[in-house]
């Protein structure tokens, strides 16, 4: 019999693994963005708009490797600029052009909606002790 903490750690893979896909076409489908681009749009608007690019690595939900590449690819849409760090020449800061502030607004109105229409099954007390229950397992995480 599997451990609690298996079966909590295997449902929250077999859930995003489940629910990812569908969000990610829901947002794909009404605006054109992949999920991953509005991950990153998403962590530089919530920083107000500029990290560094190993800031950026650190808080996507992406491989570090792949974040340079959808930087690069986010610079070539327009929704992204790079600049040199005068304070340190091996690093760069990625930020947010106004035209992705846009499209990750017009995103967030369609993947908040679906993030919701997919945990509408649970009631809001239950969703609330899950999310708190990951928020502490997160925190006693991120201490280590």
């Known amino acids: 019999m599997p451990s609690s903490a298996e079966r909590t750690w295997a449902a929250i893979l077999r859930l995003n693994a489940l629910v990812l896909p569908r969000l990610d076409r829901a947002v794909l489908h009404a605006t054109g ?9 998403l962590e530089l608007h919530d920083a107000g ?15 570090r490797t792949r974040v340079s590449r959808l930087v690069d690819e986010l610079v070539g849409a327009g929704l992204v600029a790079k600049a040199a760090n005068p304070d340190d020449g091996r690093s760069s800061f990625a930020a947010i052009t106004p035209e992705g502030s ?17 945990l ?18 997160l925190a ?4 280590d």
């Open 49 to 63: 708009g500029r990290l560094t690019m190993s800031e950026l690595g650190a808080r996507v939900v992406l491989s």
């Open 120 to 137: 509408a099954r649970i009631d809001d007390a239950e969703l609330s002790i899950v999310a708190d229950g990951l928020e502490r397992i």
């Open 140 to 143: 006693r995480a991120r201490e």
């Open 33 to 41: 963005l992949p999920l991953t681009w509005y991950d990153v749009l």
């Open 102 to 118: 846009k499209r990750f607004r017009e995103a967030a109105r369609v993947y908040l909606p679906a993030i919701e229409a997919e």
